[in-house]
């Protein structure tokens, strides 16, 4: 009986030693894992054009983290689908044409001479892209501009344009020419 | 590994090491290598691309229409990493257009055209004789002016190189020429060896090594000889010749074989000493310093079995190819393919017009018999022959497993950033798996990839500053709003009369108010005859009707064609003062109650008169001020009641700003505020369309009554966004 005491004190002494220490690790040396959420925004275009019914990227994420579908984001397309696929664990599946089609990547601009600087695309403007002020002429920041579209619609002149960006890297895509022994 | 001070002891014992991997393709030099190097006859047309090298095109600096002389500078080179270009021969320049580039993908580049005037004048040399007393500095400058490129194949500017930040105790001149067909290099050793030692001093002078190693393929015998020769009595350089095997011309590879020395993962060779020039470009560096002359020709091998005179020809940069395979003879067969560089790592011409860059070196014209196409790609069968050919000692197989699942993490784990690209194991695989293809797409994705990863943090830090200044403002506008209702409670209790003066103060108000669209009336009438005539003289008046037309298609479409838009139309066409108070007024309340319930289209409405508010305000100032030398007529006849006026206005702006406040406080305690609200625009909008045609004065107190206006629109927008 005394036996059975002192096995069951022992055992419980350790216990709470282990707990102690565990418990102690897992606040010290706590690693900070990623939240799903910002892994999901870092997959994400950060074009912030709402096309996929959230204002912007960063509101997708989060829906997508709550169990919303992963093919609604045009301008990312299929690479950023099979992205989010692979984080996500589920199949990846075609992109949902309701929400708009893949397209060449674009920028906006300004025809200048035909502005009225009413200023309604620079609060249109998810990442503060245009540059103007009131009555003056407004202008487009080529390298920031994300090619979102929102800066179209609210102008009361029409005078932005969405125009297609130059691709700066060359495309290999010619086959190779091999030397093959025929002797 | 070898100590520093060895490298030099053993590069004179003449020990070689070999590379792993290789193969040894059928060399067929032999078909181009025997003549002399011929020169090629003018082109009517040269085409010029600004960019022929690594790092940044310069800036033009000639125009359509000019005349320039050969070697003429065509650009101005940047800072930093840029080369300029030459014009090739004498003539016109005809055009400066996108053509076709020296490039796989044949992406269009900036071109210069040039119509050869046939004479071939040449602007004066600009040699540097006594090049031995020169500082670095100098010469330097001097290669860049002359727009001296490698030679050897990738075109990186010679400048650079012959600049080594670090001590350089090994200077390698690559005249290896692996590459099966092309024999450039070759013929350029055996007909102009002397010239070649000349640029080799000119580099000795410059990067200062203690030893000069010339490496040349056993294949070369002729090359051999023409080269010892005139290397008698140079006790520092010597000629190195090195087992025939490709790809030993890579410069990693030489590298390898000359020192048994390993270029680390991503350094270059100066970070071990070491400098290496193409044969050929050190022919240019003598041209450039020693003749004075800028890179404006080249030795092209034009060959294959479809040529019928193979040769070596001097060629002019941005001769197109089909003027060089009109000269050599070309006779298609079926389906002729045409190369631009050698069989391995050359790609398919896809246009003739191509031109002819500082970095071609042959042009290959091969019959389908000896150089069969590829045959239809079969799945891998996992021999690893690719991976025991690879110079590099890379894995192949897998690598196309990872650029064909696009996976770049994979892809950089096993260094695809290392393959040199040589296209061994494209030619060993059974399965004719064009892998080298692979990978090439694979480098251009993942470098795309970084960019646009850049260019999404940017945008997403961006978008995350601009959400918190948005949220700073609303809260900075919400505790404004408090603290102005909190004041106004206590004021309220101090004296409970307060609010029958307030309903006192807005009724007589708005019994001025009434008055004053009277006299406003009359008012514009006079003055409106006076304006209108001239307003349509001017242009700028023009431009802005035409904006403002604009406007009106854009809210007509969104409107949706609803009826209470159309007297708003055609209220702005016709510009009688008159109607517009009347109509205006009754038009924007009348749409107020139609569209009560659909509050976010209304919201738009709002916005569109609003915009068109200032539309006419803008066009009113313009209208004026052309008008300067009537002005003081008119004043005359419109002082006394202006001076009214402005007292009139002043009463209106106060009103709607009382209503605003109220407007405000209505809002704070009860939410439902769409009524209210949307009624709050109406003052001031048909307030300033009565202002039509007045005088500048006035035009400010438009401009006022429109800011407030806006700032009613925009708290409207905030508060339906509370809600
Ligand atoms: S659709 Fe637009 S806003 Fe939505 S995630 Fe894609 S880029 Fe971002
Ligand atoms: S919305 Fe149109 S008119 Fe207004 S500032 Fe922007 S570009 Fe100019
Ligand atoms: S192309 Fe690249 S992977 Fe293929 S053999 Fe050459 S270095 Fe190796
Ligand atoms: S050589 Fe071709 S078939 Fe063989 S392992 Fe390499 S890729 Fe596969």
């Known amino acids: 009986m005394y036996t059975l005491l002192i096995a069951l004190g022992a055992l419980v002494a350790l216990t709470i030693i282990f707990g102690a220490v565990l418990g102690f690790a897992s606040v010290k040396f706590k690693v900070e894992a990623d939240p799903l959420v910002e892994q999901i925004d870092n997959l994400l275009p950060q074009t912030q054009c709402g096309q996929c019914g959230y204002p912007g990227c960063k509101p997708y994420a989060e829906a997508i983290a709550n169990g919303d579908d992963i093919n609604k984001c045009p301008p990312g397309g299929e690479a950023t689908i099979k992205q989010l696929a692979d984080l996500m664990g589920v199949d990846a599946k075609p992109l949902d044409s309701a929400h708009g089609e893949e397209d060449v990547k674009k920028v906006a601009f300004i025809r200048e001479d035909e502005c009225i600087g009413c200023t309604k695309c620079i609060q249109a403007c998810p990442v503060d892209a245009i540059m103007g002020a009131s009555k003056v002429m407004h202008t487009v920041i080529i390298d920031e501009c994300t090619g979102c579209d929102l800066c179209v619609e609210p102008c009361p002149v029409d005078c932005i344009d969405m125009v297609p960006l130059n691709d700066t890297n060359w495309k290999w895509d010619t086959l190779a020419i091999p030397v093959k022994n025929v002797n | 590994m070898h100590s520093e001070l060895s490298l030099i002891e053993q590069m004179r014992s003449g020990k070689l090491w070999d590379i792993p991997g290789g193969i040894h393709p059928p060399e067929r030099k032999s078909l181009s290598n025997t003549s002399p190097i011929d020169i090629a006859p003018l082109s009517p047309i040269y085409y010029v691309p600004i960019k022929q090298h690594i790092g940044n095109e310069g800036d033009l600096i000639v125009s359509v229409g000019d005349r320039v002389l050969a070697g003429q500078p065509l650009t101005n080179p940047k800072e930093g990493l840029s080369l300029p270009v030459h014009a090739p021969t004498s003539g016109l320049i005809k055009d400066i257009i996108l053509h076709v580039s020296a490039h796989p993908s044949g992406k269009p580049e900036t071109t210069v055209v040039l119509e050869s005037d046939g004479e071939n004048i040449a602007i004066a040399n600009q040699p540097i004789p006594d090049w031995q007393n020169k500082p670095n500095s100098e010469l330097i400058a001097h290669l860049k002016s002359m727009g001296i490129a490698g030679l050897g194949g990738a075109g990186f500017p010679t400048y650079i190189k012959a600049n080594p930040t670090k001590n350089v105790e ?189 970095s071609t070196n042959c042009i290959l014209a091969p019959s389908e018999y000896l150089l069969p196409s590829r045959g239809v790609e079969q799945a891998c069968i996992r021999c690893s022959l690719c991976a025991d050919a690879c110079p590099v000692n890379l894995l192949p197989q897998q690598l196309l497993w990872f650029s064909k699942a696009k996976d770049h993490d994979k892809l950089e784990e096993y260094n695809l950033a290392d393959c040199i690209e040589c296209g061994v194991c494209s030619y060993v695989c059974p399965s004719q798996i064009p892998l080298v293809q692979y990978y090439r797409t694979s480098k251009v994705e993942i470098k795309q990839a970084k960019e646009d990863k850049i260019k999404s943090d940017k945008a997403k830090e961006r978008f995350e500053a601009r959400q918190e200044r948005l949220e700073r403002d609303k809260q900075a506008r919400l505790q404004r709003h408090k603290e102005s209702a909190e004041k106004r409670k206590k004021a309220l209790e101090k004296d409970n009369s307060a609010k029958d003066k307030i309903a006192a103060a807005l009724a007589r108000a708005k019994a001025k108010k009434n008055e004053l669209a009277g006299t406003t009336a009359e008012v514009e009438n006079k003055t409106s005859e006076a304006n209108i005539p001239e307003v349509k003289t001017t242009d700028t008046q023009d431009r802005v009707a035409a904006a403002i037309a604009r406007a009106k298609a854009k809210k007509q479409q969104a409107a949706l064609n609803s009826d209470e838009t159309k ?34 289209e209304q919201a738009k409405k709002d916005k569109v008169a609003a915009a068109i508010a200032r539309a006419k305000a803008k066009k009113l100032k313009e209208a004026v001020e052309p008008a300067v030398s009537n002005v003081e007529e008119k004043e005359q006849t419109s002082d006394p009641v202006s001076a009214e006026q402005v007292k009139k206005d002043k009463v209106a702006a106060a009103i709607a700003r009382a209503k605003a406040k109220k407007l405000k406080e209505t809002n704070e305690t009860e939410p439902k505020t769409d009524n209210t609200s949307s009624e709050s625009i109406v003052p001031p909008v048909s307030e300033q369309m009565s202002t039509d045609s007045k005088t500048p004065e006035q035009i400010k107190k438009d401009k006022v009554a429109a800011a407030i206006a806006r700032a009613k629109a925009k708290k409207q927008k905030d508060q339906g966004e509370q809600k």
């Not at chain 2, 030795?299 to 479809?306: A, F, N």
């Not at chain 2, 139309?569 to 009348?590: F, H, L, M, S, Y």
């Open chain 2, 567 to 600: 007297p708003d139309k055609t209220r702005t066409d016709d510009t009688k003062p008159k109607d517009i108070k009347a109509k205006g007024t009754e038009v924007v309340e009348e749409k107020v109650q139609t569209t009560e319930p659909v509050s976010a």
């Open chain 2, 170 to 358: 090994l200077l390698i001149i690559n005249a290896v020429e692996c590459e099966p067909y092309i024999t450039a290099d070759d013929v350029l050793m055996r007909h102009y060896a002397q010239e070649i030692i000349q640029g080799i001093e000119v580099l000795q002078h410059m990067v200062k090594p203690e030893l000069v190693v010339i490496a040349i393929e056993d294949n070369k015998p002729e090359a051999i000889s023409a080269i010892e020769k005139v290397i008698v009595d140079h006790k520092h350089i010597e000629v190195r010749v090195v087992p025939t095997k490709y790809p030993s011309g890579g410069e990693k590879q030489l590298i390898q074989i000359l020192t048994g020395l390993e270029v680390p993962n991503q350094s270059i060779p100066a970070d071990i000493g070491i400098v290496m020039q193409n044969i050929g470009t050190c022919f240019a560096i003598k041209k450039a310093v020693i003749d004075g002359e800028a890179l404006i020709e080249r030795v092209v091998t034009i060959t294959g079995e479809s040529i019928s005179r193979p040769q070596n020809l001097w060629v002019k940069l941005g001769a197109p190819i089909s003027d060089l395979l009109t000269h050599c003879g070309l006779v298609p067969e079926q389906d002729q393919r045409l190369i631009m560089g050698g069989p391995m790592m050359g790609f398919n011409i896809m246009d003739i017009m191509m031109p002819v860059v500082k």
